[in-house]
């Protein structure tokens, strides 16, 4: 496994914690029981997802720009 499919696993078993978080903060605002740290629950994951969702974002720009363009270098 190299490092991208491991960022690209990284951020689906992620986005499933962070899924959890989310019903977790539901449950927890139906009850009434409203907490800062319920509420960090869900960021903490979603910046981690932020973080990896935006480095997956940017390979192929990325692999582009290493990669030599025969056209690119011609002109
Ligand atoms: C917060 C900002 C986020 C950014 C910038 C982001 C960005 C991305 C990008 C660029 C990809 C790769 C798409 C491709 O195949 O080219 C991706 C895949 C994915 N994202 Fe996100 N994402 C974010 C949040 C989330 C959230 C909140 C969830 C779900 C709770 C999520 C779930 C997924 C899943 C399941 C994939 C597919 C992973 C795989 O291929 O195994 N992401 N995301």
Known sequence: ???NS???QF???TSIVFMVAVIFNTVMLVLGRQATWVGLTALFPLI????TGLYMFALPYLAKS???SP???AA
């Open 66 to 68: 290493r990669t030599p």
């Open 6 to 8: 491991a960022i690209r």
């Open 1 to 3: 496994m190299n490092g």
């Open 71 to 73: 056209a690119r270098d």
């Open 48 to 51: 981690l997802l932020m973080i």
């Open 11 to 13: 951020h689906r078993w």
